[in-house]
């Protein structure tokens, strides 16, 4: 099965979080990241001292197991002339596991992105911070919502809208009050907007320029005409920051509502944002649901159906879908059965009881990743697989009310 990038990325957050949940009964797990330009002997060299070093712990069995762990890193460099492009990590320990025991275990890990510095570390948990930095989405959007009254500054970031900054102004209203000339009334409402816009522009060059350069993509501006125009090309946001405009959206609120309302009006301007994508999707296909077309399937028995009869275009799959699908036997006679249950980190394995034909043991033949076995399905069936992330409410919707398995269909099937 070709991976898609969607997919790798499901994978390897998969992989931190069962890291996550491994420990140590001391400072016994060893994290080591070597970038593409480590030299290998230099970490070879390096583990030696630390081996020295740790010949030093008082505690016996704690010396016995960061000793090991380190002999183990050695054996596994061996196997490694150069690190790959993107570097490698390699975990390595005496993992708790339960009734009072440990197990040496080694993971190893060719990360998504480059390792930017070599790092030993040596705790009772893996140390994950840097790969899980890569998760992180980096490409970052300036949003400003404003009118005369009120302005709100926000940063769209991967997935998620941060309100950063909200303003509201002095502006007079358009009737002069009495005693007042419209002339000198008029100016004084120039200058009072002109101060705000200013005010504006200070509190977003503040925000975006807090931001790494080159994160931030670009700013997207909403608000009512003229409005928005004015700010615009007036020139109250900093220079750097006012290249980087890339277009201008009527909208209709300006307080925090306004950033949802921008944001959902980037379409275009952003089709290369994975979260625009994924509400698309989303909106497709709750629109096939509401529409009761017979084009949407959602459950994870529906969908396997549908995907084994061909009639699946896009399996929308959560990022949060953490289940195993199980083929259960019988030791003694020719039962068997299928189910599905849900992975939780930490928690024991799953024991399947006895038969109920002949009351013998039942026991695991057979335990899949559910998105691996349904990303097969779909692979077999030239189905287009699409991961909906958690961080928005479609996709918390797809998680929370359809078991994070839902499907836009090809044609009908009464399914």
Known sequence: MVESEAHKKYEFKRTLEALRNKHGRGTELISLYIPHDKQIH?????????????????????RQNVTGAIESLLSRLKLIPRAPESGVVIFCGAVDIGANKTEMQTFIIEPPEPIKSYKYHCDSAFFLEPLEEILHEKK????????????TIGLLRGKHIEEMAHLTSTVPGKQRKGGQSSHRFQQLRLIAINEFYTRIGNSASEVFLAVDPKDLEGIFIGGPSPTKEEFESGGFLHHELQKKVLELFDVA?????????????LGEALQNVEVVQEKKYMERFFKELVNDSGLASYGEEQV????????VDILLLSDELRKARLTIKCSNCDFEEKKTITKKPGEEEYQPGNCPRCGSGLK????????????????QMGTNIVFISNDFEEGNQLMKAFGGVAAILRFRTGI
């Open 304 to 311: 396997r159906k549908n995907l084994q009869m061909g009639s």
């Open 364 to 379: 695991i033949a057979e335990s899949v990743d559910i998105v691996e076995e349904l990303s097969t399905l779909a692979d």
């Open 253 to 265: 609120y300006t307080d925090e509502s306004g950033l949802y309302e921008l944001f959902d009006k």
């Open 42 to 62: 230099e970490v070879a060299n390096h583990l030696r001292e630390e081996f020295g070093q740790a010949s030093n712990i008082k505690s016996r069995v704690t």
């Open 140 to 151: 970052t959007y300036g949003l400003i919502v404003l009118d005369r009254r009120e302005a």
